[in-house]
């Protein structure tokens, strides 16, 4: 073997030519299938997958509905009754006969006004309270009264009052009803009550409820609603789908996203939120786009990428400014902005690529933590309607826009989807 | 027996009849290639079963000017084509060498005569490249048997060109090791 040494090339590349290798069975008939299922199915398993994931989603929507439905169903329920419990004490008010407004008091004080203004509603000295009638609406009041005086007609009780509006004097006194209504926004103006602002309104129920100690649960409760979106911490749990796409790409693929949040109030406007989402989003991205520094060792080179289809897990960490811009009883519009930071925990890319001429897919799973931070600017429109004491549901759409990119492929991913949440508020 | 152009264009209309000539006239040489790669019989067929699939799939971007190398040209590819996809399972394997001998069952030595011998010192040689690093076996396979150029082979690799020369270098070197110490011991058998 002495002439090994001399020509080692030639030798190797004639053994490597002739050695003696079993040439095994033929195997024709799995390549012949692999090659059919190949040529009827280009494309990965994506449309599968991802009506696996749209069903996930259809039944979550689902569900969230139906709890919602439940939550908003109650909550009518429970308005029908307090509206049964005012028409009722109407009742029991006009009944009493003895009842009479308290002259002395020198805030609203009862006098005869027309044909409808009689002393049939009074005001009971023992419990030295003024009326304030109940009303659903501004079109029960009559606001043509001069002279800064205004009515509230009950169309129940066909009574009308005329009084002046002071305000230190309104917190001095309590009901004798064992019911109240908040004035609907906007009554302020359509009086001309313009001392009676919102400050001096939860003073108001501050008083009443410190006062009257006979004020009747669900009410006082409502009272205590409207403090307790005011300040203090919520906490909620927020899910929906996530469309993305990179750069000019379509949102087409649908993916998913739920987590917990966590919030604080400063006032009834602004507050803070953060949380940690869960994320599942599908993208899919031109070659171009996809930046081959970090993953350029593990591809064989010469290897360009036509194309991919992503498929990632995130763990999101918002954080987050909200301003609530219209503010009603029982619902607001908000808008928020902050950013997000993405610890992505899973990335699967289907790559389409050309490797010596031939076109071929390969699959890339990259499970090693990957921390972008912060990984996109989150805005926000959304409306939030409260359901129970400390209960509100809440729909938002948003936009996340990319600061960097994402992934191993360091991809510009933009998302929109909507956001559905339960809120929780704790404690002021 | 039918014209190598014919098969070509038979596979590129999807014709199974002419895939399965082209496969069954290449089959034994991709199995090789791929088995100097894995050193694993099973593995070997599984690749090179893959190789052909890949092999069929693209076969539309196959091109050949001139006919009289097409046979050249496509031994040339499918070959190149079983090599990346050796190399593929490879980095899967985080180039784990294949542990134990060559099990006996997969050579294929019928008989003994003079040209038994040859397949023998074939069969020697082939289970002496195993015996290298796989780092080393790569580079060696490649650029010695398979014709790489450095370049080619820092490209395929995803390694420096420098490191490819210098595990060129060591492979030869503990090769010709190996290769003394086969020769010095036929010696003390004889």
């Given at each position: 073997?002495?002439?090994?040494?001399?020509?080692?090339?030639d030798?190797?590349?004639?053994?490597?030519?002739n050695?003696p290798?079993?040439?095994?069975k033929?195997?024709?008939e799995?390549i012949?299938k692999?090659?059919?299922?190949?040529?009827n199915?280009?494309?990965v398993?994506?449309?599968?997958?991802?009506?696996?994931?749209k069903?996930?989603?259809v039944?979550?929507?689902l569900l969230?509905?139906l709890v919602?439905?439940?939550?908003?169903?109650?909550?009518?329920?429970?308005?029908?009754?307090?509206?049964?419990?005012?028409?009722?004490?109407?009742?029991?008010?006009?009944?009493n006969?003895n009842?009479?407004?308290?002259?002395?008091?020198?805030?609203?004080?009862?006098?005869?006004?027309g044909?409808?203004?009689?002393d049939?509603?009074?005001?009971?000295d023992?419990?030295k309270?003024?009326?304030?009638?109940?009303?659903?609406s501004?079109?029960?009041?009559?606001?043509?009264v001069?002279n800064?005086?205004f009515?509230?007609?009950n169309s129940?009780?066909t009574?009308?009052r005329?009084g002046?509006?002071n305000?230190?004097?309104?917190e001095?006194?309590?009901?004798?009803?064992n019911?109240?209504?908040?004035?609907?926004t906007g009554?302020?103006?359509?009086?001309g009550?313009?001392?009676?602002?919102k400050s001096?309104?939860?003073n108001?129920?501050?008083?009443?409820?410190?006062?009257?100690?006979?004020l009747?649960g669900?009410?006082?409760?409502?009272a205590?609603?409207?403090?307790?979106?005011n300040?203090g911490?919520?906490i909620?749990?927020?899910a929906?789908?996530?469309?993305?796409?990179?750069q000019?790409?379509?949102?087409?693929n649908?993916?998913?996203?739920?987590?917990?949040?966590?919030?604080?109030?400063?006032?009834?406007k602004?507050?803070?939120?953060t949380?940690?989402?869960w994320?599942?989003?599908?993208?899919?991205?031109?070659?171009?786009?996809?930046?081959?520094d970090?993953?350029?060792s593990?591809?064989?080179?010469g290897?360009?990428?036509?194309?991919?289809t992503?498929?990632?897990?995130?763990i999101?960490?918002?954080?987050?400014?909200?301003y609530n811009?219209?503010?009603?009883?029982k619902?607001d519009?908000?808008?928020?902005g902050?950013?997000?930071?993405?610890?992505?925990?899973?990335?699967k890319?289907?790559?389409?690529?050309?490797?010596?001429?031939?076109?071929?897919k390969?699959?890339?799973?990259?499970e090693?933590?990957?921390?972008c931070?912060?990984?996109?600017?989150n805005v926000s429109i959304?409306y939030?309607?409260s359901v129970?004491?400390?209960?509100?549901?809440?729909?938002e759409p948003?936009?996340?826009?990319p600061?960097?990119?994402m992934?191993?492929?360091s991809?510009?991913?933009?998302?929109?989807?909507?956001q559905l949440g339960?809120?929780s508020?704790l404690?002021? | 027996?039918?014209?190598?152009?014919?098969?070509?264009?038979?596979c590129?209309q999807?014709?199974?009849?002419?895939?399965?000539?082209?496969?069954?006239?290449y089959?034994a040489?991709?199995?090789?290639?791929?088995?100097r790669?894995?050193?694993?019989?099973?593995?070997?067929?599984?690749v090179s079963n893959?190789?052909f699939?890949k092999?069929?799939l693209?076969i539309?971007?196959?091109?050949?000017?001139?006919e009289?190398?097409?046979?050249?040209?496509?031994?040339?590819w499918?070959k190149?084509?079983?090599?990346?996809?050796?190399?593929d399972l490879?980095?899967?394997?985080m180039?784990l060498?294949e542990?134990?001998?060559?099990p006996?069952?997969?050579w294929?030595?019928?008989?003994?005569?003079a040209?038994?011998?040859?397949?023998?010192i074939?069969k020697?040689?082939?289970?002496?490249v195993?015996?290298?690093?796989?780092?080393y076996?790569?580079?060696f396979?490649?650029?010695?048997?398979?014709g790489?150029?450095h370049i080619?082979?820092?490209?395929?690799?995803?390694?420096?060109?420098?490191?490819s020369k210098?595990?060129?270098?060591?492979?030869?070197a503990?090769?010709?090791k190996y290769?003394?110490?086969?020769?010095?011991?036929?010696?003390?058998?004889?």
């Open positions: 073997m002495q002439h090994l040494e001399n020509d080692m090339d030798l190797f590349q004639r053994a490597a030519e050695y290798l079993q040439e095994g033929s195997d024709w799995n012949a692999r090659i059919s299922d190949n040529t199915s280009p494309e398993i994506a449309p599968l997958q991802n009506n696996k994931n069903k996930f989603i039944l979550t929507l969230f509905t919602a439905g439940w939550l908003i169903f109650q909550n009518t329920r429970t308005g029908t009754n307090n509206n049964s419990n005012k028409t009722e004490l109407v009742k029991k008010s006009e009944a006969p009842s009479e407004v308290d002259n002395d008091n020198p805030v609203i004080s009862s006098e005869e006004h044909s409808n203004i009689n049939k509603n009074n005001i009971d023992k419990n309270s003024a009326i304030r009638p109940s009303y659903k501004s079109s029960h009041i009559n606001s043509s001069s800064g005086s009515f509230f007609d129940n009780t009574q009308t005329k002046v509006v305000e230190d004097a309104i001095e006194n309590s009901y004798s009803n019911y109240f209504y908040l004035p609907p009554i302020e103006e359509s009086t009550i313009s001392e009676f602002n001096s309104f939860e108001l129920i501050s008083a009443t409820l410190n006062e009257n100690p006979d009747s669900k009410n006082k409760k409502q205590l609603n409207i403090k307790q979106k300040k911490i919520y909620g749990v927020v929906g789908p996530d469309f993305s796409k990179v000019s790409g379509s949102f087409a649908t993916g998913f996203d739920a987590g917990v949040l966590l919030g604080f109030n400063i006032n009834r602004f507050s803070f939120e949380g940690i989402m994320t599942k989003k599908i993208y899919e991205s031109e070659g171009k786009n996809f930046s081959m970090k993953v350029r593990t591809m064989p080179v290897m360009e990428i036509d194309n991919l992503s498929r990632s897990s995130f999101e960490i918002p954080v987050k400014g909200k811009f219209a503010i009603k009883n619902s519009l908000f808008v928020s902050g950013v997000s930071a993405y610890i992505m925990t899973k990335e890319n289907a790559y389409n690529v050309s490797l010596n001429g031939n076109r071929e390969l699959l890339g799973v990259y090693k933590d990957n921390y931070m912060p990984a996109v600017a959304g939030e309607h129970s004491k400390s209960l509100d549901i809440r729909i948003f936009l996340k826009i600061l960097q990119g992934g191993v492929g991809l510009p991913v933009t998302s929109a989807g909507l339960i809120i508020r404690r002021q | 027996m039918e014209k190598t152009l014919t098969i070509i264009n038979g590129r999807r014709t199974h009849k002419y895939q399965k000539i082209l496969y069954e006239r089959r040489f991709a199995l090789k290639t791929v088995f790669y894995i050193y694993n019989y099973e593995e070997a067929l599984e893959d190789g699939v092999f069929f693209g539309e971007k196959f091109r050949c000017e001139n009289a190398d097409i046979e050249k040209l496509l031994g040339g499918i190149r084509i079983m090599i990346n996809t050796s190399i490879l980095r899967k394997k180039l060498p542990i134990g001998g060559i006996d069952y997969v294929d030595i019928k008989d003994k005569s040209s038994a011998d040859q397949m023998a074939y020697d040689l082939i289970q002496l195993k015996k290298l690093p796989p780092a076996r790569i580079v396979n490649m650029h010695v048997i398979d790489y150029t080619e082979i820092a490209e395929t690799l995803g390694i420096p060109v420098g490191t210098s595990n060129l270098l060591r492979a030869k503990l090769m010709k290769l003394n110490q086969k020769e010095e011991l036929s010696e003390c058998s004889i």
